[in-house]
């Protein structure tokens, strides 16, 4: 079966801007979390979705926003984008949340932000 | 709160045996979870600890001390290609999701 799918894989993006990501999950799994990673922080949670509701939510500012899709698919929001944005945006898909299965990860967007 | 602490890097000698370790302090615990990154790509699931004790997979064993708060990943036979981050990831509750420690830099050598 298909793994989790995120596009684009790399982006470049200026001060100010914003960008969106997207992220197909593993067909039949309704879970999909966001992290960031940076070399410095690891992994950082940035949301949870599951059937299209926000189940929870990291510490990260109001710029940082998502939703997901009737299919499960679901994408990222960051607006007015600042130099430490510049990360490797991972998206996992997982049967359910609180699944034992834990999680599948797609590749990654790598953001840069100049 | 949580936190999970494992060592930032090692070194290990190709054949050899190697242990990570992780400590976490979580409110409630819904299990623990092993990943391997290699550089540039994503993390790939390699083991699941939910009852103390310890669970083999071929090259690979994870044990986990539920009281301590404690777990291990060891790696016996090391290969080259062993040579990534390992991160451990522990869910405090059912509903909650994965955090994860800042990942152990494996460097196998010759």
């Known amino acids: 079966k298909a793994g989790v799918t995120q596009t684009p894989r790399y982006l470049i993006k200026t001060r100010g801007q914003q960008v969106t990501l997207s992220c197909s999950p593993i067909s039949g799994h309704r879970s999909v979390s966001w992290y960031q990673q940076t070399p410095g922080q690891g992994l950082q949670f940035l949301f949870e979705?599951?059937?299209?509701?926000?189940?929870n939510k990291g510490n990260f500012p109001g710029r940082f926003s998502g939703r997901q899709f009737s299919n499960s698919r679901s994408e990222m929001n960051v607006s007015t984008l600042e130099l430490g944005d510049s990360a490797l945006y991972l998206c996992?898909?997982?049967?359910?949340?609180?699944?034992?299965?834990?999680?599948?990860f797609g590749s990654g967007t790598r953001l840069t932000v100049v | 709160g949580q936190n999970i602490d494992q060592p930032t890097e090692m070194t290990a000698t190709e054949g050899a045996i190697v242990q990570i370790n992780c400590t976490y302090q979580t409110s409630g615990f819904n299990g623990l979870f092993w990943y391997q990154q290699h550089a540039g790509e994503a993390p790939t699931f390699l083991s699941y600890n939910v009852l103390d004790g310890l669970e083999e997979k071929g090259r690979f064993s994870s044990f986990l001390s539920r009281s301590k708060g404690y777990s291990y990943l060891l790696l016996k036979e090391l290969q080259m290609k062993d040579s990534a981050s390992y991160l451990c990831?522990?869910?405090?509750?059912?509903?909650?999701?994965?955090?994860f420690g800042k990942g152990t830099r494996l460097s196998v050598i010759a």
């Open positions: 979705y599951f059937s299209e509701t926000q189940r």
């Open positions: 996992a898909s997982s049967l359910s949340t609180g699944s034992g299965d834990g999680y599948t």
């Open positions: 990831a522990v869910r405090g509750t059912r509903d909650t999701p994965l955090v």
